[in-house]
């Protein structure tokens, strides 16, 4: 099996890369640092920590432990890898100055040993599901401790892993410390290789982020130049697929507040110039954020288009309603918490899977609700905006709900500190 395994990574990332290299004609990051995914790379100072965030979302939960440990402990050298440029992006907004930001290497032995050459963790700390086996072996053979943080593990992909043996069993075994999201999730861990005595439930991380400062006050500010008095609600980090149903909802929104405005964040930046065509071929009055017009621009638009990066949360601060993407097309769903935590009524569709239990803790509190179709978001916004008591009793258990789900870095910070005192 491992030799099947060693063979499709060989096979595979040289497509991978002239993929990178045909999206980048595009989207000149994924040009950038291209040599990391191949292990190559600026030498870091050694003993540091090295963590993993595969994308955005784990990079969100990864930024709370890059933030601790460099307050706790300054002068330890952080890196911090990602595999997508939106999720570099990302890191770099949030960490990027205490941390180096870089891509992982692609699974091959040799591209892992040229990383692992230049960077020389003490620690190696990977978020949530990313399970590399050649990258795994490396770490165990060269005695670093290997901590899997925040760590999920869904039923099917139990599965999937337990059908290609001892390959995902040792790279599991390997691990020093799983720090699991909830009981299911050690359990699946545990039947997959883990050893008992390390696998702890420490929660989610993803609760533990703090909001920038300023933001609400960035928000009024957004709110008061695109909207002026309007009714705003966002559709944040959609898919393809989405932005259709979020034009037949404001189409819904409109017939009872004829002056509402929705703005449409794109997940992926290679997406904003097929978006804007998608609206200006549905003969939707919109405008992009990127031409800066503000409320000169957009008082007769029925779109704000955000096709820019690092602005969303800003903006689910400036909303009456958010609703949160990848979710009405079986993505899995993207980051509940940061409206929720902002105290603004939001709304998913009904695949979650990527973030299940943080769906199902907000909906049975009542914090989220869900919609299955684009007449089902177009009605609950269309309520939401006409009831403003029932927006801000929503957003209250929101924002109670996630300070209530807090406590998981200082419970992984318990067990990771031993290690670094090691």
């Not at 904003?272 to 405008?287: D, E, I, K, N």
Request: net charge positive; charged share 20%.
């Amino acid at each position: 099996m491992r030799l099947l395994y060693l063979l499709a990574v060989y096979l595979s990332a040289p497509l991978i890369s002239v993929v990178f290299l045909w999206r980048g004609i595009r989207d000149r990051s994924y040009w950038r640092s291209f040599g990391e995914r191949w292990g190559f790379g600026t030498r870091r100072p050694p003993r540091g920590v090295w963590l993993h965030a595969v994308s955005v979302g784990e990079v969100q939960a990864c930024a709370p432990l890059v933030g601790a440990l460099s307050r706790r402990h300054p002068q330890l050298p952080l890196t911090v890898t990602t595999f997508t440029p939106t999720g570099a992006a990302r890191a770099r907004a949030l960490v990027g100055n205490v941390a180096d930001v870089r891509y992982v290497p692609f699974d091959l032995p040799g591209a892992v040993r040229r990383f692992l050459r230049r960077v020389e963790p003490q620690l190696a700390v990977i978020f949530e599901t990313e399970l590399w086996p050649n990258l795994y072996r490396e770490c165990r053979r060269r005695r670093i401790p290997l901590v899997l943080a925040s760590a999920r593990l869904s039923e099917r992909s139990l599965g999937r892993y337990r059908r290609l043996g001892a390959l995902f069993t040792d790279a599991v075994s390997s691990a020093s410390i799983v720090a699991a999201q909830g009981e299911g999730d050690a359990a699946r861990f545990r039947a997959l290789g883990a050893a008992a005595a390390s696998t702890h439930v420490t929660g989610n991380l993803k609760f533990d982020f703090e909001l920038p400062e300023g933001l609400a006050a960035r928000g009024r500010r957004l709110r008061e130049e695109y909207a002026r008095g309007r009714p705003l609600w966002v559709a944040g980090s959609t898919h393809q697929g989405e932005e259709a149903a979020v034009l037949e909802a404001q189409r819904l929104v409109r017939a009872s507040h004829a002056d509402a405005l929705v703005v449409i964040a794109p997940r992926h930046p290679a997406r904003f110039a097929a978006v804007a065509q998608q609206l200006a071929a549905a003969g939707v009055s919109y405008v992009r954020r990127s031409d800066g017009e503000g409320a000169a621009g957009t008082a007769a638009a029925e779109v704000l288009l955000l096709d820019s990066l690092g602005e969303l949360l800003e903006f689910y601060a400036a909303a009456d309603v958010a609703f949160v993407g990848g979710s009405l097309v079986p993505v899995g769903g993207h980051n509940l918490l940061e409206p929720a935590a902002l105290g603004v009524a939001t709304l998913t569709g009904p695949h979650n899977f990527n973030g299940a239990e943080v769906a199902r803790l907000l909906t049975a509190r009542g914090a989220a609700a869900v919609v299955a179709s684009p007449q089902e978001l177009g009605a609950r916004v269309s309520a939401l905006l006409a009831d403003r008591a029932e927006r801000e009793r929503i957003g209250a258990l929101g924002r109670d709900s996630v300070e209530a789900s807090r406590g998981a870095l200082a419970r992984l910070l318990g067990l990771i500190e031993p290690l670094l005192a090691g």
